[in-house]
């Protein structure tokens, strides 16, 4: 148990208090394109349920 304390205790001892990061503007754009991907395969994956849905409905009302 303390080999695991002792193997943390000197990470944190060698690591770097700060970091020096870059994010160039094309990350926040590929973060973008991300989220409206996401969204766009949200909307086409509940469209095609949803339809084969009303068509049931539809069938039933129909028959009755």
């Known amino acids: 148990m303390t080999t695991g304390r002792n193997v943390m205790l000197l990470a944190l ?6 970091a020096f990061a870059y994010v160039d503007p094309g990350s926040g754009m590929l973060i973008w ?24 409905l539809r069938r039933i009302r129909g028959k009755q």
Do not use: M
Request: charged share 15%; glycine share 10%.
């Open 33 to 56: 394109q991300g989220v409206l991907a996401a969204i766009g395969a949200i909307v086409v994956g509940f469209r095609k349920p949803l339809d084969l849905l009303k068509q049931v």
């Open 13 to 18: 001892l060698v690591s770097p208090t700060s």
